[in-house]
């Protein structure tokens, strides 16, 4: 008797064409994970692994392009990051500068519009204005639109969600009847956007590390051993095939 077992690992790869047949998400969410253990493996300091997945994420967002993907939210600096060793975090700071002003003439001409979601008043201004800088730069683009989770953390994205209502409360601008969940999302940082439809993680770990905790409750998870440096379209298309054969319920039958 021949026993033929399916899992993702045994898909073909999808082309462009035949993926585009099938649902594609309207927002997808990464969580670019492992570029320290790329770059480990290889002898080399994890900043190049970094590097490696700054161009990474420039295909990404490519892809997404490609396959009209609508929204996408890459966590690219958690709020628990800033505890890393200080020389990592200067590092890291130092690249999202020059990956910022590399990349921007890119993200115009493919009509990206980029937005910060994160602990703005946290973060250096020097870094903070690069990113704001580019996030004007940017603003009146609709192809895609581009949310980087940077100083990011969904406690902490809920917790100034919860004050700001608190105050408009204590004002008698809200009433507790009228706080319910649409209340809520307008203030987080993704307010006016469709929940992630497909979650990504690379390098194999299997947590959400503090991401998009309110807006993830029905999405697709997909977890991969990939090191986000080797995630590559290929990869991404497996993901993407993957979340095609889902069923999803909400709840309903
Ligand atoms: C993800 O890669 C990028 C950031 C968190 C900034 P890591 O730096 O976490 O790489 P690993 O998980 O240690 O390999
Ligand atoms: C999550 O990865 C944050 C980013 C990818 C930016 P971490 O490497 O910080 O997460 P943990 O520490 O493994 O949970
Ligand atoms: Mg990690």
Known sequence: MKLSVSCFNSFKTPSL?????????LHLAVIMDGNGRWA?????????GHKKGADVLRETVITCKDLGIKYLTAYSF????????????????????EVLGRELDGMIKNDVKLNLIGQRE???????SVFENAEKKTENNKTLFFNIAFS???RQEIT?????IAQLYKEGE???????????????????????DLLIRTSGELRLSNFLLWQSAYSELYFT????????????????????????RFGRL
Request: hydrophobic residues 35%.
């Open 174 to 196: 809200v009433e507790l009847k009228s706080c319910n969940e649409k209340l809520i999302e307008k203030y987080l940082y993704t307010a006016g956007m469709p929940d992630p």
């Open 152 to 154: 990011y953390g969904a």
């Open 160 to 164: 100034q969600a919860f004050k700001k």
């Open 78 to 97: 958690s709020n628990e990051n800033w505890q890393r060793p200080r020389r990592e975090v200067s590092e890291l700071m130092e690249l999202f500068v």
């Open 225 to 248: 051993k990939t090191l986000w440096p080797d995630f590559n379209r290929k990869q991404f298309f497996l993901a993407v095939k993957d979340y095609q054969q889902r069923k999803r």
């Open 17 to 25: 064409i035949e993926l585009k047949k099938g649902a594609i998400p």
């Open 40 to 48: 480990s493996s290889r002898g080399l300091p994890r900043i190049v």
């Open 122 to 128: 946290i973060i250096p201004p020097d870094v903070l």
